[in-house]
């Protein structure tokens, strides 16, 4: 019998497979005791590295066409659709939940792709306006990327939660950094792989590993960081994000949800992460 | 063609001469429109009550340092009652009355404040310091405007969010700033009233009248009791309203200083705040540079520079710099800084002795650090707290006077050589509210707008306003918009 | 020339610098924010009658109807003699001669329109020919007509050439250039065709002949304002400004002073630099004035209708 190859997990972050740079890690076991492998921890550090990254590709991923952006969301969802069974085993190893329950939630993963990849080129058209303001002027409002956002990825779900805060934040031109939830890390840096394979260009998303908990302070202080998108956290957790991101007034999305539900996603998800610009120009008698 | 001439020395420079030729007579607005009661009570419940603690303070007219009037110090047992009053209001009537009668009460109040809007404006000149000129033909037009334009919408907000259901939040808490008193004030009513919501407003200290008038207009509307509740006060009030557990909503505009203490201690997650701004109006060498000098006259003297969108950093492009000073420096010569009250002031009273101060002490550090100071020699009254047009040239990113709001009539000028300098120094900032770009050129002015982190952008223009234009910044400048479709968002929960 | 180098080129002039029709409009309509009251209202009153050139352009003009015009240019008001004269008497080059012998000593300028008024459409030659005669008859100020069919389609130089030629031919007297900015539209226009008329030699600059609507509002001569205050802070050399054609009321002409203090400051309000090109404004203002006497609204039944 052939000697298998055990794989390295490693951080995503600038579109590289990186360790961290603590050069901790974590061993991860399935529910039945088998090995997984061994998760990086992510570092202050690491996550200061990956906010740095985001903040560099923002302007770029930004400034791409909405049907660009439109086209590389979709591939995401024929990445993760070609690689289902394989993404639903580690999910079921790592989660111990059945393989059923696994594949459907990598399937329900595809279908949000779809669903958020058709926003892309319509979101203005849908919440743009024309301003019909009482003067000589043309007057339009715009929504526009907040920035950069800190994902603090739902801990409840090892994909489908993560999946529904990042697809949101990016199909406008955000960038962002995501704290995977501390039972799945395998599942996230799995993800990682299907999006450096999905023309995602380098640092729109960048993914940590570890534990959640030690990084927060940083993340909810991080003075480059312009939004947070929580779900179903702790009362605590939240209310360090509130107060802690006061500072540069960061914008936070909270709350509970069922991301496994088909209709888990929403025009009001991708708003939260949007600046209204309203523009005005003389228009000649 | 133009070059066809020689072109005199520096030395021998024509100048123009701005003096007394023809002097304007003064012009003042009459006060026999306003009729101030010695003291004022809360407005709570929709009767005037006195304060709890029995305690008021005096507001004065910044131009004579005289006392207007004294209002009641609010202090948390009234901000109780102003709550407990907004939510038997809110489950009571409010909710219950039809989206069509929200309207017409708002449409009402629109009407009422047309019937009375010389007194709003002059008592709102007397109050706060700003010329009649503006009070006259800006502010109160557009607080009667955002009350129509908002009354429209009360029974069309499923218009506003297609495909998704919303609702009222419930009872309002609202804080609102000096420089615009009664225009902040209808800001925050309109679209809260228009949502279905009810309301406990705070003005500020310095500024109280006007919203006591609106009290009264709102008594005169018949609007039902606790609908609008407005308690005035000092700082103590304002923190004891913004984090008054009865709130479902905490709505402020004022400083970012302020605004992140709110967002802090409010009890509520759901916090909309207008903040403050450092706004950098770009001037390109092909810009219609005569109508870009009033852009920047409009964007750094309206209202003494008490605009928490002013453009009080001007990069201009280095080839059309001197020109572009010369041209500033003879237009301020003209600008007339003076009593509130004449209809040919410019400039008014800056709205208190600390602000007065803080502009002096900003100026003195803009001094220290090395730019070069230029103020309009302009007369200005000996008595109240005046502050002559001024701006600062070699200014550079660095200096307190380039990253600080000065919120004076005190511009910092800056150059820049290429359109992604321009970009890289006007993003350059904590603040994010608003950005001017004066250019002849279509294709960069796109280019530009979609570059600034900015709310609002004004292209060949500044300081416009109107409620259908959602207003509202990027970053420290603030979170939410006010006006427009997207402005009701912030008092409604959509689903 | 020494100034044709490239970088003078190659820098954006006064020339083509753009004007933002809604920028002009907004500031325009700022000068007639200003409350002019009681003694500076008396005072921009008297301005105003000493800068009217007082018009008459009728085909139905006689010597008669000039020689009434000319007394009441020298002495608008037989109640009040203490009013200065206007400017000057403005007519059609055939009335020249009446003008000048009824207006001699009194200090009132004789203008003369000419150039194929107001039209411009005839030979050059022949439009010199008219401004010699008008100059020879006693004109003291010629006011001419560009070429606008030439401006229109970018024969810049040629415009330029014909003014320079009308200058030549005005000898001693000044020269009025009428922009005729109702057929320019544009305020791009406005500008380009005052640096034109500056460049080329005019005393004045005019905004209309009175024979086309729109004549002068207030954003074109704000427009030409800021191109005159562009010429004189290039050359040093003071240019006159005179809007004519639509401003009827004593308020009307109260806000074109606003504009030209503001504007261009102190030294421009003088005859010399501003004129007012009008007829019926003068009984206004001497309306207005007897309300300031007299506490008591005018009728027009008394004063003379000339």
């Known amino acids: 019998m052939r000697l298998n190859v055990i794989k390295t997990y490693k951080l995503y972050v600038g579109g590289k497979f990186i360790r961290s740079e603590s050069g901790y890690t974590i061993e991860r076991h399935s529910k039945d005791g088998e090995f997984l492998g061994h998760a990086c921890k992510g570092s202050r550090k690491d996550l200061r590295d990956a906010v740095k990254a985001a903040r560099s590709a923002q302007a770029g991923w930004a400034g791409k066409t909405a049907y660009n952006r439109g086209q590389i969301l979709y591939r995401i969802g024929e990445m993760l659709e070609a690689r289902s069974e394989e993404f639903a085993e580690l999910m079921h190893a790592e989660s111990g939940a059945s393989l059923e329950e696994c594949l459907k939630e990598v399937e329900t993963a595809v279908d949000r792709c779809v669903y958020y990849a058709g926003w892309t080129d319509k979101l203005d058209s849908v919440i743009g306006t024309v301003n019909p303001v009482a003067g000589p002027f043309f007057g339009f409002s715009v929504p526009e990327p907040t920035g950069v956002v800190g994902i603090v990825a739902d801990p409840s779900t090892a994909l489908i939660g993560m999946l529904s805060q990042v697809l949101p934040v990016i199909s406008t031109g955000n960038t962002c950094v995501v704290l995977p939830a501390d039972d799945y890390p395998l599942t996230a840096s799995e993800f990682g792989e299907i999006l450096s394979t999905s023309d995602v260009p380098g640092g729109v998303v960048n993914i940590l590993g570890g534990v959640q908990e030690p990084l927060n302070p940083h993340l909810a202080k991080h003075m480059d960081v312009n939004a947070i998108s929580l779900s179903n956290a702790a009362a605590d957790t939240e209310d360090l994000y509130v107060s802690e991101g006061a500072e540069n007034l960061k914008r936070i999305r909270s709350g509970e949800a069922d991301w496994m539900q088909p209709d888990a996603h929403s025009l009001s998800e991708i708003q939260k992460f949007v600046e209204t610009k309203s523009v005005w120009h003389p228009v000649e008698a | 063609m133009a070059n066809l001439q020689e072109k005199p020395t520096s030395s021998s420079r024509p100048k123009l001469n701005f003096g007394s030729k023809w002097d304007y007579a003064p012009a003042p607005e009459s006060t026999a429109v306003v009729d101030i009661a010695p003291e004022y009570g809360q407005f709570i419940a929709g009767e005037f009550v006195p304060p709890s603690s029995g305690q008021t303070f005096e507001t004065i007219n910044p131009a004579t340092e005289e006392v207007l009037s004294r209002v ?37 109040i629109a009407r009422l404040i047309q019937d009375r809007s010389r007194e709003f404006a002059v008592l709102e000149s007397m109050d706060g310091g700003k010329p009649i000129k503006e009070s006259r033909d800006v502010d109160i037009p557009l607080v009667a405007q955002h009350f129509f334009y908002h009354a429209g919408w009360a029974d069309k907000l499923e218009y506003a969010f297609p495909n998704q259901t919303v609702s009222s939040l419930g009872v309002a808490g609202q804080i609102i700033p000096w420089n615009f008193p009664l225009l902040m004030a209808a800001w925050k009513i309109a679209p809260a009233l228009a949502c279905g919501n009810t309301v406990v407003l705070k003005p500020a200290e310095t500024t109280p009248l006007t919203a006591l008038l609106l009290a009264k207009v709102i008594q005169e509307a018949d609007l039902p009791p606790g609908v609008v509740n407005v308690v005035t006060g000092d700082g103590e009030a304002g923190a004891a309203l913004a984090s008054h557990p009865g709130l479902d909503k905490v709505a402020f505009t004022g400083s970012t200083e302020v605004g992140k203490a709110i967002r802090r201690s409010a009890k509520t997650r759901n916090v909309t705040l207008e903040l403050g701004g450092k706004a950098a109006n770009i001037i390109f060498e092909d810009a219609p540079i005569d109508q870009a000098v009033e852009g920047i006259i409009n964007g750094i003297y309206f209202n003494q520079g008490h605009v928490c969108c002013a453009g009080s950093r001007l990069l201009v492009q280095e080839s059309v710099h001197d020109e572009v000073v010369q041209k500033l420096s003879d237009r301020i010569a003209t600008l007339r800084v003076g009593d509130p009250l004449d209809k040919n002031t410019d400039i008014g009273a800056i709205n208190s002795r600390e602000q007065y101060d803080r502009i002096c002490s900003l100026v003195e550090a803009g001094k220290a650090e090395g730019a070069e100071f230029h103020q309009s020699d302009v007369p200005v009254p000996g008595k109240g707290f005046f502050f002559a047009p001024a701006y600062f040239t070699g200014v550079a990113q660095s200096h307190r006077i380039a990253q600080e709001e000065i919120f004076g009539p005190v511009l910092s000028i800056m150059t820049f050589r290429t359109p992604d300098e321009a970009v890289a120094k006007a993003n350059n900032t904590k603040y994010g509210l608003s950005a001017g770009i004066w250019t002849d050129k279509g294709s960069r002015i796109f280019k530009m707008l979609s570059k600034m982190n900015a709310g609002v952008v004004w292209a060949n223009t500044f300081n416009k306003f109107d409620p259908s234009s959602p207003f509202g910044g990027y970053k420290e400048s603030g979170w939410g918009r006010e006006g427009g479709a997207q402005g009701l968002g912030a008092y409604l929960e959509v689903k | 020339m020494s100034s044709l180098s490239l970088a003078s080129l190659l820098s954006p002039g006064a020339f083509d610098r753009p004007v933002d029709q809604v920028g002009a409009n907004e500031r325009a309509a700022k000068f007639t924010k200003r409350s002019i009251k009681t003694e500076a209202k008396h005072q921009g009153l008297l301005m105003a009658i000493s800068m009217i050139d007082l018009t008459t352009l009728e085909g139905k003009d006689s010597p008669g109807k000039v020689r009434q015009l000319c007394t009441k240019g020298i002495q608008p008001d037989p109640e009040d003699l203490s009013l200065p004269h206007v400017g000057a008497i403005c007519v059609y080059p055939s009335m020249v001669r009446t003008a000048a012998s009824a207006l001699e ?62 200058k030549k031919a005005c000898g001693p007297a000044h020269l009025k250039v009428i922009l005729e900015t109702g057929e320019l539209e544009s305020y791009d226009n406005v500008r380009r065709a005052s640096h034109i008329g500056m460049m080329a030699g005019a005393d004045f600059i005019k905004t ?99």
């Open chain 3, 105 to 166: 000593g009194s200090g009132v300028n004789v203008a003369s329109v000419a150039t194929a008024f107001p039209s411009g459409q005839l030979a050059l030659s022949e439009r010199l020919k008219e401004v010699e005669q008008a100059v020879s008859d006693g004109a003291d100020e010629i006011d001419m007509v560009i070429n606008r069919g030439a401006f229109l389609s970018g024969r810049y130089q040629e415009v330029f050439e014909e003014i320079v030629e009308v």
């Open chain 2, 72 to 108: 009641a110090r609010g202090c948390q047992a009234d901000v109780d009652k102003a709550v407990t009053a907004a939510r038997a209001a809110y489950e009571g009537t409010w909710s219950k009355i039809s989206a069509p009668d929200r309207g017409k009460y708002l449409y009402r």
């Open chain 3, 208 to 306: 209309s002949t009175g024979k086309v609507s729109p004549a002068a509002t207030m954003p074109v001569t704000l427009v030409m304002l800021e191109a005159i205050r562009e010429h004189y802070l290039e050359t040093g050399r003071k240019i006159g400004m005179k809007p004519a054609g639509g401003i009827r009321t004593s308020k009307q002409a109260l806000h074109y002073l606003v504009m030209v203090k503001e504007t261009l400051g102190d030294d421009w309000l003088t005859p010399d630099l501003f004129r007012i090109g009008a007829s019926s404004l003068l009984n206004d203002i001497l309306m207005q004035l007897a309300k300031q006497r007299t506490g008591a609204y005018q009728s027009a039944d008394y004063f003379s209708n000339d």
